[in-house]
T-cell receptor, first 115, second 113 residues
């Protein structure tokens, strides 16, 4: 079945450590997105990529980094510079061209807790 | 720039009662509108979307929404809710297929017996 796979589902990190969240999709979508979700704040866009080897900052990119070396993969690194990294992270994708209706397709999320 | 306001952070309702979750948007151009549902510790699943055409949109699980351009609203309704509808619901807007999707802060629907 086609879909978006995020791993790990749960992750614990000590302060000062970098951590990388994985996002893989087999939907053949061109665009991929990372959102952060905090209680009562909805979803906030961290980074997005519309094509391989290109990505743009979203609304809250500070303390995060991404890469897009392959169409299927869009990993997110939460660096030690991120002041409050404990959150639920969601990866999403959408197709381009005629199949693009603006709808995003989401993974199951990764919950990061900093101890 | 577009924005979305979900007026209620929590909506408690008894099983089999009707429910309406409110969503208002702000945009200077034409919009595409979406409702997503999120169950605990899961990703978001699309309930329904308005792109064009009929202003009454039907989605999965018996939900429907009505696009009202004059009131800039896209309220979600269900005539009779079930315990399994307990979840977080997000309204989202974009001004085009190439634009980013902007989400509201969510409404927690709590269905009780």
């Amino acid at each position: 079945d086609g879909g978006i796979t995020q791993s790990p589902k749960y992750l614990f990190r000590k302060e000062g450590q970098n951590v990388t969240l994985s996002c893989e999709q087999n939907l053949n979508h061109d665009a991929m997105y990372w959102y952060r979700q905090d209680p009562g704040q909805g979803l906030r866009l961290i980074y997005y990529s519309q094509i391989v080897n290109d990505f743009q900052k979203g609304d809250i990119a500070e303390g995060y980094s991404v890469s897009r070396e392959k169409k299927e993969s869009f990993p997110l690194t939460v660096t030690s510079a991120q002041k409050n990294p404990t959150a639920f992270y969601l990866c999403a994708s959408k197709p381009s061209g005629r199949a693009n209706t603006g709808e995003l397709f989401f993974g199951e999320g990764s919950r990061l807790t900093v101890l | 720039a577009q924005s979305v306001t979900q007026l209620d952070s929590q909506v408690p309702v008894f099983e089999e009662a009707p429910v309406e979750l409110r969503c208002n948007y702000s945009s200077s151009v034409s919009v595409y509108l979406f409702w997503y549902v999120q169950y605990p510790n899961q990703g978001l699943q699309l309930l329904l979307k308005y792109l064009s055409g009929s202003t009454l949109v039907k989605g999965i699980n018996g939900f429907e929404a009505e696009f009202n351009k004059s009131q800039t609203s896209f309220h979600l309704r269900k005539p009779s809710v079930h315990i399994s509808d307990t979840a977080e619901y997000f309204c989202a807007v974009t001004t085009g297929t190439a634009s980013k999707l902007t989400f509201g802060t969510g409404t927690r629907l709590q269905v009780t017996l």
